[in-house]
């Protein structure tokens, strides 16, 4: 590798890490996040996992750590063992955030630094699998990708597990990769120890072991007897490996329970009991009990097994609300929605460039070998049609985060070609900085970035909803606009976040529903659109139901369609893209008021 080579890589992992470093503190702490970090400080100081299980601790673990290495207070009160134990999340989150209100966000700050570490090693894994593949040209080209990625950039600087687990789960396959090439007991082992820290992340590289096996296959299915002996022990090693550190990062809680012993909620997991049940009664049990599988012993914790039973739930549970281009649909989403996602959440030139490598595969000369080629798309493929196939909770782009490191490094053969073509080189560099001019454009707000043909962040409620746009991350845009052009006035704000908007300074009050959401009313004034400056979250414009913090340190449910009387005013600001902002004056009030069939206000 070339000095220029080494210096240029450094260089873009340095301005990865100066961008997450600056956005950090420019977003208010996210849904997630609220229940995430206190959790993950309960798991080192009481050492239980079943906080919040519906995602594995690994991640958790690595984030809390600043905030238990500098003895952050945590409040338990009231935090009790429970076998599904979401209520008991959103408790600690809360107590937690009124205990830290001065430093919370100083706090959080502190803890998503390690989330940003994780995204910069990624790029430098990405860079390092790219270049031994494409050459240093490749290299570079794939690690700038990923570095003005603005759905990296987006959860890079959050507490959650997205971008982490994708970058472990991305240094898992490229170990897996140089195991398939030099296929010694040392690689094997550390396939072992990589793929059971990714299953200790998220419950999403389930799949990464189905994947390696059907690469393996194609990587030996001209092989010898002896060698496929020799890899089938080298498998052993591997899930055995995997399932001891799987288990140790649990500290062996629940291993070994009988399957049938759990009390699973999930359809998947449950099969329904004939019939007739009193209210009360579960009509759906572990679909394993009453079977052979019944008292088989599972070797894994069962905070793993219960959580994955969570994840399956809210998948299949149809309780989730799903919007799509003007659709907004509760329980089945639509197939195709995260390929939507990311043709209008992914730079234009990196679609552009992702369509050419496609093409350029087929090249023999753009290729390479056949079980590299495997490596990459096999696992992109299983993930993304995997999770396409959950229609169930059409929500989130992050889903599918673990899909774009391996697709970087499949765009890096173009530097291949570019590297004996200064004209192709140019091409490739002009297109990288153009991402890089439209990720900045939305600094440092990019979870709610948008390409140019979809409209940009002005359009984004036309196209999708949830964390791809307002995931509680405007709070602090919002704060800095009102300190510039409202200061000290108290405002109607409809906040979708679990965040307390207090806790920045912010003087509210909830808005009032409009008629759809509060059919009944005795003063004209509770129900519909008043005067005044507010604010509203996106996605309550788009009338998804919520619950709104309601500044006295509590939340009250929302419901459906609550705030969507709102679209019929023009914004005066949008802080942060997530953040619709009115400065609404009687008579514009009357007029929608008289359409909604609302009584009018007086002076």
Request: charged share 15%; hydrophobic share 45%.
């Amino acid at each position: 590798m070339s000095r220029a080579t080494r210096c240029t890589a450094a260089l873009l992992l340095l301005a990865h890490g100066v961008l997450l470093a600056a956005s950090i503190p420019q977003n208010s702490v996210t849904i997630d996040e609220v229940v995430h970090l206190p959790t993950g400080i309960a798991y080192w100081e009481r050492g239980e996992f079943w906080g919040y299980h519906h995602n594995p601790p690994l991640i958790r673990l690595l984030f809390a750590l600043p905030a238990v290495l500098v003895d952050v207070p945590t409040d338990y009160r009231g935090y009790e063992h429970r076998v599904h134990p979401r209520g008991m999340d959103c408790l600690l989150g809360r107590n937690f955030m009124l205990l830290n209100g001065p430093h919370y966000m100083l706090i959080y700050c502190l803890c998503r630094s390690v989330t940003a570490a994780l995204s910069v090693i990624g790029g430098y894994f990405i860079f390092r699998w790219s270049r031994e593949l494409f050459g240093d040209a490749g290299g570079l080209f794939s690690l700038g990708l990923w570095v003005v990625c603005p759905n990296v950039l987006g959860h890079g600087g959050l507490v959650t597990p997205d971008v982490g687990s994708a970058v472990i789960g991305f240094v898992a396959t490229f170990q897996f990769w140089r195991y398939l090439r030099d296929r010694s007991s040392i690689r094997a082992l550390w396939c072992g120890v990589l793929l059971g820290l990714v299953e200790a992340a998220k419950f999403t590289f389930v799949l990464l072991p189905f994947a390696w096996g059907l690469i393996a296959l194609i990587a030996l299915w001209r092989a010898g007897l002896r060698e496929w002996i020799r890899c089938a022990c080298h498998a052993g090693v591997v899930l055995f490996t995997s399932l001891m550190v799987l288990n140790n990062l649990y500290l062996g809680q629940g291993t070994g329970r009988p399957l049938g012993s759990f009390e699973f909620h999930s359809h998947t997991l449950t099969r329904p009991i004939t019939g007739v049940h009193p209210a009360g009664v579960p009509s759906r049990v572990n679909r394993f009990r009453g079977t052979a599988l019944e008292n088989v012993p599972i070797p894994l914790p069962e905070h793993y097994v219960l959580g994955f039973d969570d994840q399956m739930y809210d998948a299949d549970s149809g309780l989730y609300y799903n919007y799509l281009r003007g659709d907004l649909r509760r329980g089945e989403g639509h197939w195709y929605y995260y390929l939507y996602c990311m043709l209008v959440k992914t730079p234009v030139g990196t679609l552009v460039l992702v369509a050419a490598a496609v093409l350029l595969s087929l090249w023999s000369q753009c290729r390479a070998d056949l079980v590299s080629e495997a490596v990459l798309i096999i696992p992109a493929v299983l993930f993304f049609v995997a999770i396409s196939s959950r229609t169930g909770l059409n929500s989130h782009l992050r889903y599918v985060l673990p899909v774009y490191p391996l697709l970087f490094v499949f765009v890096g053969r173009l530097g291949r070609i570019a590297a004996a073509r200064p004209f192709v080189q140019a091409i490739l560099v002009v297109t990288v900085a153009s991402n890089a001019m439209s990720v900045v454009r939305v600094h440092p707000h990019y979870l709610a970035y948008f390409n140019e043909p979809a409209g940009g962040p002005a359009n984004a409620l036309s196209h999708l909803a949830d964390s791809n746009i307002d995931w509680g991350q405007g709070l602090i845009a919002l704060r800095d606009w009102l300190e510039e052009h409202a200061p000290g006035q108290k405002i109607r704000l409809a906040y979708f976040g679990t965040m307390f908007p207090e806790v920045l300074g912010i003087d509210y009050e909830v808005p009032p529903f409009g008629p759809d959401a509060a059919p009944t009313w005795e003063d004209p004034g509770s129900v519909g659109p008043v005067p005044g400056l507010q604010a509203v979250g996106a996605n309550y414009l788009l009338g998804i139901p919520f619950p709104t913090p309601d500044g006295t340190g509590h939340q009250i449910p929302v419901p459906l369609n609550a705030y969507t009387y709102y679209r019929n005013f023009e914004p005066v600001a949008t802080p942060g893209w997530s953040i619709y902002v009115y400065d609404l004056k009687l008579q514009e009030v009357n007029a929608v008021r008289r359409e909604l069939g609302l009584p009018l206000l007086s002076d």
